[in-house]
C-alpha cells in the first residue's frame, strides 16, 4: 500500500466494519463520517515509519485477461493487515508490535489468502520493525480469529483489555515471539 491509496483504503475500511463491527474498535458510522483528507491521513500514518501495511488487490478474472494493465482501472482491496510498534512498550521483554486491521473479504475467505498475509506479516514484524514480539486483541466472540490465529503460532497470554465500543465485553490477548531466524532473515 501507498498513501496514495486512500480511497481504496477507505472502500475496504467501510467494507471491514461492515461485515465483521466487533472486530475493531472503530464504528462504522464514525469511520463513514470522515472526511477525505482524514482518509488521505490514514493512509499516510499507514505507510509511515514504524508501520507495515500489507493489502491484497482484487483484480477481476475478465478484466484480469482482456485488458491491458494499464487500462483496468482501479483495482478493490480484497485483503489488509497491518502491524505497527507498539506504544507504550512493556518493559523487560523483547520489542513489541501489534498486529492490528486485520480483514479477508468474505469471497477470499479459506483461500489461503489470510495465512500467506499473516506469514509476510510475521516476517514484516520481524524484519522490518525489529519486533521480537507480535501481539495482537482478539474480541472475546470471534472464536474463528482465535482458531486461526492459534493455528500460526499465537497463544493466550491470559490478558484481557476492555474492548471501546463496548465496555461490558472483552479482547483477548495473543502473542507470538518470533524467531531469531524471522527477525535477523
Request: hydrophobic share 40%; with cysteine; proline share 5%.
Amino acid at each position: 500500500m501507498v498513501a496514495g491509496d486512500w480511497e481504496r483504503l477507505r472502500a475496504v475500511r467501510l467494507e471491514m466494519l461492515a461485515d465483521t463491527p466487533a472486530a475493531y474498535v472503530e464504528s462504522l458510522e464514525s469511520a463513514q463520517e470522515q472526511t477525505a483528507g482524514q482518509w488521505r491521513n490514514r493512509a499516510v500514518a499507514m505507510t509511515a515509519p514504524g508501520s507495515v501495511t500489507f493489502v491484497a488487490e482484487e483484480i477481476p478474472e475478465v478484466l484480469s485477461q482482456e485488458l491491458p494493465q494499464e487500462t483496468r482501472g482501479p483495482r478493490t482491496f480484497c485483503g489488509l493487515m497491518r502491524m505497527v510498534v507498539k506504544h507504550p512498550q512493556e518493559a523487560n521483554r523483547p520489542l513489541q508490535a501489534m498486529l492490528i486491521s486485520v480483514y479477508v473479504s468474505a469471497p477470499h475467505r479459506g483461500t489461503g489468502l489470510a495465512d500467506e498475509l499473516l506469514r509476510r506479516s510475521v516476517r514484516a514484524a520481524a524484519d522490518e520493525l525489529g519486533a521480537g514480539l507480535l501481539q495482537l486483541g482478539v474480541h472475546e466472540d470471534n472464536s474463528r480469529a482465535a482458531g486461526f490465529y492459534a493455528r500460526h503460532g499465537f497463544h493466550d497470554t491470559g490478558r484481557r483489555e476492555v474492548y471501546p465500543l463496548d465496555t461490558s465485553r472483552k479482547e483477548i490477548i495473543m502473542e507470538r515471539e518470533l524467531a531469531r531466524a524471522e527477525r535477523d532473515a
